[in-house]
């Protein structure tokens, strides 16, 4: 019997064929349509591990550079069996970071990360709950004092503690990292909870080592191979530790939420953690009210660790970069000198009457380039550079790849405080200057951030000179590749300067 005459005897299996026919019809069209555009190029996958073996996953950044010095800014790649397509330099990414920012306003969410996330808070977030986060996480903060007089005091304070803690060890060398993560976190700690922690509090000691080895963890070969080939989480190695930090993380909240939430007064909100418990409440009834516990927690670590460690991470780079270049330090104390003397804390307001010092804290960003690449996700068929890129496509963009391009920078591989200055030694406005990223999610603390790097950076100096310990010859520059580029662990001496 012939397919006619069964598709006759039973209308059902009629139906069925017809309905196969449309959708044949329409994934030939789509084919045809989507073939007519100009795709990127791309190096040639194996299968199932697609360009993994190509790739160096100590150091992806330095791979994905090599791939585009051959198949130019914008190509793809498959990191098993997912295809990535590839931004780097200026061009190619202000195409879809500022001209295309509304298309370009998803996160693509790595499987480690979708996993330690849940999609909640703001970093791996999208949509309706990404917009809400955003919104009542910067409205916030901002009336809680971020970029505002009032937490400018408290950084001014916090400044003060750490050049009193630095003095305190009286010249001898000194690993300064614990003091700046320690620093930096108490600024957020303001905003988040209205609290500030010691120096030597172990349980904020444990909280910023953990997420220092997350970071380091995320960037491992064992959880790039894992983000790839997600088949193969069931091995041991780092992806399962990241699992485990992740919840140490959020523990550490646990205690400080829970005293917020016990002594709670609604007519006299004071943080960030208690606006979100009155936000809760004020939506009790609502059964899809994305204020509930689970993103409280997630919020607050996003915004605590983050809040912290770039910061910090940004100032070590600063401080390991004007010991290796002391006539760039004198140069900056001159200036500050000069400009606000020795015995009042520099504020806000000086950053004017100081280009060369701003000039050299934006050349620390730019060379560090602590955030190297961050992720994107379109959500609407697009072009870039002519080239055809389909809705919700994995997007990976380099934005070392900016802040070193050589078409944007003089000397894009040296640290140069004169690509902030005109010839006249005043401070310019660089477009691939982007640390931050751009668009809708470009990094919701930056005033903060910038804020703090500006007034503990000139404090530090106005007080300390720094210089290497005398055994040490040579200052290293190479960073620790990971999702946040550190420099590699120092020690320094901080001889007071009065």
């Excluded at 496509?393 to 920078?409: A, F």
């Excluded at 007080?463 to 310990?469: I, M, N, S, T, Y």
Aim: charged share 25%; hydrophobic share 40%.
């Amino acid at each position: 019997m012939n397919l006619l005459k069964i598709c006759l005897l039973h209308p059902t299996s009629m139906f069925l064929l017809i309905t196969l026919l449309i959708l044949v019809i329409f994934h030939i069209k789509g084919s045809n349509k989507r073939s007519s555009f100009k795709v990127p190029p791309s190096p040639t996958p194996l299968p199932l591990i697609g360009n993994l073996h190509q790739l160096d996953l100590v150091n992806l950044h330095r791979s994905l550079m090599r791939f585009a010095e051959k198949y130019g800014n914008l190509y793809n790649i498959r990191l098993g069996y997912q295809k990535i397509t590839v931004l780097t330099g200026y061009e190619a990414i202000k195409d879809a970071l500022v001209d295309q920012a509304n298309i370009f306003t998803d996160r693509y969410v790595t499987p480690i990360n979708e996993a330690g996330s849940e999609k909640l808070g703001i970093l791996f977030s999208e949509g309706e709950l990404w917009r809400q986060m955003r919104r009542f996480t910067l409205t916030t903060l901002r009336d809680f004092g971020m970029g505002k007089k009032s937490i400018e005091v408290k950084i001014i304070e916090e400044a003060g503690f750490l050049v009193n803690l630095f003095k305190s060890y009286n010249g001898q060398p000194i690993q300064p990292q614990n003091a700046l993560d320690a620093a930096t976190a108490n600024i957020i700690a303001v905003l988040l909870f209205q609290q500030r922690f010691d120096y030597e509090d172990e349980s904020l000691r444990r909280f910023l080592t953990t997420v220092h080895e997350i970071q380091k963890d995320k960037s491992s070969p064992m959880v790039e191979i894992t983000n790839a080939l997600p088949f193969l989480k069931f091995l041991p190695g780092a992806h399962k530790r990241v699992m485990d930090q992740t919840k140490e993380v959020m523990a550490f909240l646990i205690p400080t939420i829970a005293k917020i939430r016990k002594q709670l007064n609604e007519n006299d909100v004071t943080n960030y953690t208690e606006a979100f418990l009155v936000k809760q409440k004020e939506e009790a009834g609502n059964p899809d009210s994305f204020f509930h516990d689970k993103n409280m927690f997630r919020l607050i670590t996003e915004l605590f660790a983050a809040g912290s460690e770039t910061t910090s991470t940004s100032l070590r780079w600063g401080l390991l970069l004007i010991m290796k270049y002391p006539e760039i330090q004198k140069r900056v104390q001159e200036e500050i000198d000069r400009e606000i003397g020795t015995e009042r804390p520099p504020r806000m307001e000086d950053q004017q009457r100081l280009p060369y010092t701003n000039a050299v804290i934006y050349e620390v960003m730019r060379f560090a380039s602590v955030i190297s690449m961050i992720t994107r996700e379109n959500i609407a068929d697009t072009h870039l550079k002519g080239y055809f890129i389909p809705k919700k496509s994995h997007i990976v963009i380099g934005l070392l790849s900016v802040l070193r391009d050589k078409t944007q920078w003089e000397k894009p591989d040296e640290f140069n405080p004169s690509h902030f200055l005109n010839s006249e030694g005043r401070l310019v406005k660089r477009e691939a200057f982007l640390p931050f990223g751009a668009g809708s999610r470009v990094c919701a603390g930056q005033s903060l951030a910038k804020m703090e790097l500006f007034l503990f950076f000139t404090t530090l100096l106005q007080k300390l000179k720094f210089q290497a310990p005398a055994d040490v010859t040579d200052l290293d520059l190479t960073p620790v590749h990971g999702q946040i580029y550190f420099p590699k662990p120092y020690k320094l001496c901080a001889v007071p300067r009065e």
